[in-house]
Structures are given as structure tokens and as C-alpha cells.
């Protein structure tokens, strides 16, 4: 009975959550890219969002070898502070710019480099008419990512309803045991023929 319990036991993979993440992590850098490059020809960013959900989700299931609910949240919010973090180094970029043309009109007499625009950038978004500018395009952005898990989401749900409903013997096909001219234990023409042989026999 145990070795019959053991055959029916599915062979599930668990998925390596870690390099799961580290995977969205990399991939999402698509995402980030591509934010960056929109960002700098002057198109709106935000669309980025939705190719780094979808290539985190890719990301997170070929290195997780496997996806879940879980590694769909993890792989959205990795993401999302990709794409943040690609939208502040823009915003950076963008201030350091702003620098070069007010040094150029003198009205200032130092421009900062990248790395120190990177370090006080936040400060210049207490200006409201500008924060929403920027800010605006970051929350389209975002919504865009929310918007890209639905579908990921949905899949997973349908394949999980089709693994519940799927039949045990279409899940588990278990190699019966055999018995004399490879006949299984349990069929009924081995039995058949068995007890004719046995009949014969004894006449």
C-alpha cells in the first residue's frame, strides 16, 4: 500500500525563490532601459512599465524554474522600483541639464555633476508645479505595472483550475506490476486466462 501511495505522489518542483527574484531583477532592467531611452527622445515613459512586468515575470519564472502567486507580487515590485529608479536617475539627468543651460545664461556659477544632481535631486521636487510634472509620469508608470500583473495573474489561476480538475489517471500513470507472460496483477484476462490454465491442468 505504501509503494502504491508513493507511485501516486505527484513529483512537484518547488521553485527557488531567490533566484527567482534575482531573475525579475535583471530582467526588469529591460523595463528600466527602456523607461531611460523613451525619457531622453521625449516620449512618454510610463509605457515601460508594462514591458517590465512582463519581462520580470519571465525573468522570475525561468530562474525560480516555476511561478506562483507569490513570484507574480515579487516580480511586480521589483518592477516598479526599477522603474523608479530609472525615473529618478531621468530626473537627475534632467536637473544637471537645467544646470548646464542656467550656467550658460549666468545665472549660475557652478554646474554639479551627475552624481551630486543624483544626491540633492530629491530636494527640487518640494516645488509643486514641477513634482507633478514628473511625478505624474511616474504614476502612469505604476498603474501600468498594477495593469500587466492582471493578465499573468489570470493564467496562472486558469492553469492551476485546469491542474484541480485534470483526472488521476491523466495527473499519475503508475507502471503496474506484472506477473508471468507480462500480464498485470490486476487485469481480468490474466485472471481469465490463468484460471484456464489452472483448469486445464488439473484435467
Known sequence: MN????NNTPNVKQENVVAGVVGAFLFSLVGGILWFLLDRIGFV???SGIVGVIA???GYSFFAKGS?????????VIAALVLVLAWYLCFSLDLMEAYQAWYEAGEVDYVPNYFECISHAYLYLSDSELAFSYVSNLLIGLAL???ATFPTFKQLMAQEKLAKEAPVDAQFSPTP???????PVQSPECDSSDAQNTSKAEE
Open 145 to 147: 505595472c498594477a495593469v
Open 3 to 6: 509503494s502504491a501511495n508513493q
Open 45 to 47: 515613459a510610463g509605457i
Open 68 to 76: 506562483s502567486k507569490k513570484g507574480i507580487i515579487l516580480s511586480t
Open 177 to 183: 506490476d506484472t506477473q508471468g507472460e507480462g500480464c
Open 56 to 58: 520580470a515575470n519571465r
